[in-house]
């Protein structure tokens, strides 16, 4: 994940499936870069306009990461949303250049996790680029809060992301992990960590149009006491999903600095402040 050398795909990736907002059926075609960074094209849209895999980009945060352009014109939104996944999958396997080609506005939810993202992305290998991007170096703590929930990045010499989450219901509860990039294998320990969502939560979110593409295939959904589709993939695989989304969240620097990222009861919003954040001091420290 560090280091000067930085890569590309070394073949494209094609998948087809919906997006769990909009319900919508999307093709993504993951190409070798032929450009800096990380970043989606609306293939769907006339000019095919792109849209960078960066903070700027950032639009909303509910329940998902949305990035979007205004149109220079009627300030029209192009967005993509629920990139999250796709762009843990990217980040954690090195991928650190690549064009991403979309037919809709929502990345495929697949089946809730990174897994099938981080194996095609394993299957086609990676190739070294010339194109670079600067690394932030992380020198001192940067913590963002909102009420008792916090994520910090810590100088570290190593990188490293612990999780910890505390739900009100019996069989999320407490839940700690702990994930070092290079000491354990991101396709095999955080990747397949699926989405959850609370069934209490269901027609709420539902009736506020969301979650058109969402069923039992592609979340873990959890009733009062027990999960209502076992068997989970690990015991505490709530907040390892934790862990992909945070990976996600921090690809939109470029490369993810060294250091050990440090979350409490968090979601979207404060890692995508944490990432404001990081970006505004290395631009303070130049
Ligand atoms: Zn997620």
Same mark, same amino acid.
């Given at each position: 994940?560090?280091?000067?050398?930085?890569? $590309?795909?070394? /073949?494209?990736i094609?998948?087809?499936?919906?997006?769990?907002?909009s319900g919508?059926?999307?093709?993504v075609?993951?190409?070798?870069?032929?450009?800096?960074?990380?970043?989606?094209?609306?293939v769907?849209?006339?000019?095919?306009?792109?849209?960078?895999a960066?903070?700027?980009?950032?639009?909303?945060?509910?329940?998902?990461t949305?990035?979007?352009?205004?149109?220079?014109i009627?300030?029209?939104k192009?967005?993509?949303?629920?990139?999250?996944?796709?762009?843990s999958?990217?980040?954690?396997?090195?991928? /650190?250049?690549?064009?991403?080609?979309?037919?809709?506005?929502?990345?495929?939810?697949?089946?809730?996790?990174?897994?099938?993202?981080?194996?095609?992305?394993?299957e086609?290998?990676?190739?070294i $680029?010339?194109?670079?991007?600067?690394?932030?170096?992380i020198?001192?703590?940067?913590?963002?809060?909102q009420?008792?929930a916090?994520v910090?990045?810590?100088?570290?010499?190593e990188?490293?992301f612990?999780?910890?989450i505390?739900?009100?219901?019996?069989?999320?509860?407490?839940?700690?992990?702990?994930w070092?990039?290079d000491?354990?294998?991101?396709?095999? $320990?955080i990747?397949?960590?699926?989405t959850?969502?609370?069934?209490?939560?269901?027609?709420?979110?539902?009736?506020?149009?969301?979650?058109?593409?969402?069923?039992?295939?592609?979340?873990?959904?959890?009733?009062?006491?027990?999960w209502?589709?076992?068997?989970?993939r690990?015991?505490?695989?709530?907040?390892?999903h934790?862990?992909?989304?945070l990976?996600?969240?921090?690809?939109?620097?470029?490369?993810?600095?060294?250091?050990?990222?440090?979350?409490y009861?968090?979601?979207?919003?404060?890692?995508?402040?944490?990432?404001q954040?990081?970006?505004?001091a290395?631009?303070?420290?130049?």
């Amino acid at each position: 994940m560090i280091g000067t050398t930085q890569h $590309t795909l070394a /073949d494209e990736i094609i998948q087809s499936g919906i997006g769990l907002h909009s319900g919508l059926k999307t093709t993504v075609r993951i190409l070798p870069s032929s450009g800096v960074g990380r970043y989606f094209v609306r293939v769907d849209l006339p000019e095919k306009p792109i849209i960078p895999a960066k903070i700027q980009s950032v639009v909303s945060t509910t329940l998902s990461t949305e990035l979007a352009i205004f149109e220079e014109i009627n300030h029209f939104k192009i967005s993509i949303r629920t990139v999250e996944h796709l762009l843990s999958a990217l980040t954690a396997m090195g991928v /650190d250049h690549v064009r991403i080609e979309i037919d809709g506005p929502e990345v495929p939810l697949l089946d809730g996790s990174a897994k099938i993202w981080a194996e095609a992305i394993a299957e086609v290998g990676l190739a070294i $680029t010339s194109q670079t991007t600067p690394v932030i170096p992380i020198t001192q703590e940067i913590i963002v809060r909102q009420g008792d929930a916090f994520v910090a990045a810590i100088p570290s010499d190593e990188t490293r992301f612990s999780y910890a989450i505390d739900f009100n219901n019996l069989a999320i509860a407490q839940q700690w992990h702990s994930w070092a990039p290079d000491r354990e294998d991101f396709t095999q $320990t955080i990747a397949p960590a699926r989405t959850f969502v609370l069934e209490e939560q269901i027609k709420h979110l539902q009736q506020a149009g969301l979650i058109k593409g969402g069923s039992l295939d592609n979340a873990l959904v959890c009733g009062d006491d027990r999960w209502l589709n076992p068997p989970l993939r690990f015991s505490n695989e709530p907040v390892r999903h934790k862990i992909l989304d945070l990976v996600g969240d921090l690809s939109l620097l470029g490369i993810i600095p060294q250091a050990h990222y440090l979350a409490y009861k968090a979601g979207h919003h404060l890692h995508t402040q944490l990432v404001q954040r990081i970006q505004e001091a290395a631009l303070a420290a130049l």
